[in-house]
């Protein structure tokens, strides 16, 4: 082992972009949840696979931990480095390789943007639908990495759902290459899907092939205002039944309160306690009609007291940005975030119980709720008080998040529904997965990462 690992992965690699300077370490040291001070040990920006291969080896040998980093969008922790890891940051490798129109996929390295890997698909007319607010600065590979949800997954699944094939770098270097872009492929494990969601715990994903699918066919965005909770899920099986579906989410008036002071503009009047942003086909005067009188029938039921129909590509944006615009709008409060997941089916009791939770245990605290109700996933934010000092805020909500975590167990439900587990949820992983499916992932672990470089402390506690 080199007494200065550092020097040694510049001798080895003497063309690395290695950077040392403290706004950069503070700048690649974190990600969205701004919770740990960053104080990793220097960032690399590879610009091949052999120098990401060279320098897992050099990690090997030197026993430097080491970090897979994207765009840093992730909310639970995954890409922080705050115990003098080396950063492996892929933003350098961010092209398109490669398309091809018979098998519709597209190939892509694993730093390119999600708003770079949809435009590059609208380029060959296709689509690649997976879809969130963070498109413009999230990348593939921490998609990939996180199995990233977002707004149209009651459309068209998690990114899972859209990988051709993966080459990744395991812990000891190896580069291996999963599935080879076959749509059927009946021969033992698959591990391309276990590395999908793995957290940068297994393998660094450097090149992806994407599955590309036809472009969506012309739609109308409706939003929706809501009297009581329950009325969201009534609305949602009303709408599902009449409607095809390419988004249904919802926020509360606190989320509307936060994403107007941010500049978002009304488009409802009146106090209403619940909204749904919604977004379904529309190909013809026939389904608008539906869409219509679909909406009709939820307020005859009273389940919907007032609603816009986007007239223009522009307001529909400005009803998107609504719902769209929340993290963003609350990103100033460091909020803390809880990411949660339950059957469609089960969803009404766990509002019940989750309300009722939140409501008791958060009397003075502002709770803002919003998400992507359709798939049975809430995201649930904190907002702290100015008066509580960090610690003891992280503390009591430490303390809900147990108590969520337990209702959740009772529902079937989990407690990072996209955003993986990371530093944030790693203490309540028990309560989604059981004891002995741990050991698994952790044995798993220990056959693609033998010393346990790659991202340690996340997902699990030790190797
Ligand atoms: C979103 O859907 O907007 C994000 O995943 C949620 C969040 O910021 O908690
Ligand atoms: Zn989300």
Redesign the pocket.
Known sequence: MSPNPLAELIRRLPELRVLTEPGDLEHYGRD?TRRWTPAPLAIALPASIDEVQAIVRWANDCNVALVPSGGRTG?SGGAVAANGELVLSLERMNRVLDFSAVDRTLTVQPGITLQAVHDASAEHGLLYPVD???RGSCSIGGNIATNA???RVIRYGNTREWIASLKVVAGNGELLEFNRGLIKNSSGYDFRQLMIGSEGTLGIVVEATLKLTDRPLPSQVMLLALPDMDALMQVFALFRAQLPLQAF?FFTDRALHHVLAHGAQRAIDGEHPYYVVTEFDAVDEKTQELALATFEQAVEKGWVSDGVLAQSDAQAAALWRL??G??ES??PHR?Y???VSVKVSAVPAFLHEMQALLTHEYPHIEVVW???IGDG?L???VLRPEDLDEDAFIAQCEHVTKLLAATLKNHGGSISA??GIGLVKRAYLESTRDPSEILLMKGVRKVFDPRGILNPGKLFTDG
């Open positions: 969205w909310l969130f607010a963070a949800g977002g707004i989410e719902r769209e929340i993290t609350l990103a909020p975030k809880n990411d919003f998400g992507h996933n995201h649930i934010n996209e955003h």
